[in-house]
Structure formats: structure tokens, C-alpha cells
């Protein structure tokens, strides 16, 4: 019962809309980039609110559930990685997405970064986190600009820290970060279905972690992710398409001791 009144309903889902087979669509295919593990409830929000958000924008775009089944500490930064390496060619840009924020403002724009990495979930509009490098939450990158970063850091185990890093590998690139500019709603533009007393994040830091977090990885990321795909499954959730990838990460422990519980 006090799990169940802390939560917020979602928003109302309205009927699908029609396939992306009309011009107006654009050329450009959005791979939506989603790291997961055991948040079935939220998983069953996302994937439809997502699929009808984005196809009334008219945003082609196919939805990756990068479901971490290993038993290493969670690791987002990797599971990007990952989902960019096995997200097709038939995609050109990606959306690094949380599944437990959903965009409540349609003039939000989800369309093709070609200027820069376009961070939707701005500290000016996120519930959460404010501070002005924040990067989190929704970033768009064409593929392009991603492999120009090399992609984001494997180092990071646990909850938190990987997309500051990302921010100063952006920022290494010679590339600008833009923001979303007339929005109105303020920190109300987004619902955040995370439920803290329920959903526990691994903040956890352990030995040298505790320093390296606050360090550049300048030399891995999608060169050097480690992985396995268990299983690629195509599901429809509510009439909503997406896949999920069962993904097995691999971990050195003489380079990240910290990826384990232990």
C-alpha cells in the first residue's frame, strides 16, 4: 500500500497512431536507446507512451530495451555503447533515454541533431538535476557525433557519474551541447516515474572508485565495450513495437575491481 500511493498514474494513453509511411516522416530513423534492468513496471509505461509520442511528432524511430542480464553492478554507459554497436544501419541517430522519464511537452524536440548533441532533459526542465553540465535523462547524438566521442566510458559501475564524463568527452570533441529553447512547462515538462523508497539505486562506491568517477576515460568506450548478446526479441507492448537485448556485459576486474557486488 505505501508503495502503491507513492506512484503517480501515467499519462492517458490514446489510440496508436498510423505507420511511418508517409513522406512528411522525414529521411531520418531514430534509434531510442534504453538501459533496463528489473523495472518491468515502467518498461510497460514507457515503450507505448514513447511510441505514440514520438510517431505524432513524426519521428521514425525504433525502440532498444538494453536489458542488463549479467550479474555485474548496472552499468548505463556500457549498455549505450552496446545498443549504438546493435542498433543497424536503418538508424542515424540515437536518443540515450531513461526509462522512467517521460516527455509531457509535445513542442519537444526529438528530431535529427545535425548541429550537436541536443540534450532534451535540461537542467532547466528536469525534475531532478539541475546543475548547468548535467547531461542526463534524454541526449540526442547523430551516430556520427557519438563515434566522434568514442562513445561513453565502460569504467562506470553503479549508479551515476557516467554522463558527466560523457559531458567532458563532448566538450573534447569540439562539440557544443544545445538545449531546448521556448519551453514553458518548466519542471513540469517531464513525469518521472522513479519511486526512490521502492527502486533503490546502486550508489554504492568501492575502493579506488571513489576517485577514478571523477576522472576522463581517454581511452575506452565503444572501441573497447565488452559484451555478449544473449537474445534479441522483438516484442509489442500495448500495440507499441520495440526489441530488447538481452545483453551480457563482461568486466576486468584488475581495471574496475568495483563492478562487482562483492
Same mark, same amino acid.
Given at each position: 500500500?505505501?508503495?502503491? +500511493? ?18 512528411? %516522416? ?5 534509434? &531510442? &536507446? ?8 515502467? /518498461? &510497460? ?7 505514440? #509520442? ?14 542488463? *542480464?549479467?550479474?555485474?553492478?548496472? @552499468?548505463?554507459? +556500457? /549498455?549505450?555503447?552496446? !545498443? ?27 528530431? #535529427? ?21 548535467? *547531461? !542526463?535523462?534524454?541526449? /540526442? ?11 561513453? +566510458? @565502460?569504467?562506470? %559501475? ?39 523508497? %521502492? ?29 555478449? *548478446?544473449?537474445?534479441?526479441?522483438? &516484442? ?7 526489441? *530488447?537485448? @538481452?545483453?551480457? /556485459? ?7 575491481? %568495483?563492478?562487482?557486488?562483492?
Amino acid at each position: 500500500q505505501s508503495r502503491g +500511493s507513492s506512484r503517480q498514474p501515467c499519462p492517458p494513453q490514446a489510440p496508436l497512431p498510423p505507420l511511418e509511411d508517409e513522406p512528411s %516522416w522525414g529521411p531520418h530513423r531514430l534509434a &531510442l &536507446l534504453v538501459p533496463f534492468r528489473e523495472r518491468f513496471e515502467e /518498461l &510497460l509505461a514507457f515503450v507505448p507512451y514513447m511510441h505514440r #509520442f514520438l510517431s505524432k511528432k513524426k519521428i521514425r524511430h525504433h525502440i532498444f530495451i538494453l536489458n542488463q *542480464v549479467d550479474h555485474f553492478r548496472f @552499468n548505463r554507459a +556500457s /549498455l549505450i555503447n552496446v !545498443g549504438f554497436l546493435e542498433s543497424g544501419n536503418d538508424t542515424d541517430y540515437i536518443a540515450m533515454h531513461d526509462v522512467d522519464l517521460l516527455p509531457l511537452n509535445e513542442q519537444l524536440d526529438y528530431s #535529427f541533431p545535425e548541429a550537436g548533441p541536443f540534450h532534451v532533459a535540461s537542467p532547466e526542465l528536469h525534475p531532478l538535476y539541475h546543475y548547468k553540465t548535467y *547531461v !542526463g535523462g534524454i541526449l /540526442l547524438l547523430t551516430k556520427q557525433h557519438y563515434e566522434l566521442c568514442n562513445g561513453m +566510458s @565502460n569504467r562506470f %559501475w553503479g549508479w551515476g557519474r557516467e554522463d558527466d564524463e560523457f559531458y567532458r568527452r563532448i566538450k573534447g570533441a569540439g562539440l557544443q551541447v544545445r538545449r531546448p529553447s521556448g519551453i514553458t512547462t518548466g519542471y513540469e515538462t517531464f513525469q518521472h516515474l522513479h519511486d526512490p523508497a %521502492w527502486r533503490k539505486r546502486d550508489q554504492k562506491r568501492i575502493a579506488a572508485q571513489k576517485q577514478e568517477q571523477f576522472k576522463v576515460d581517454r581511452e575506452g568506450g565503444l572501441n573497447n565495450v565488452r559484451y555478449r *548478446v544473449e537474445s534479441r526479441t522483438a &516484442l509489442s507492448v500495448a500495440g507499441a513495437p520495440c526489441t *530488447v537485448l @538481452n545483453i551480457l /556485459l563482461d568486466c576486468d576486474t584488475s581495471e574496475t575491481p %568495483w563492478c562487482t557486488f562483492g
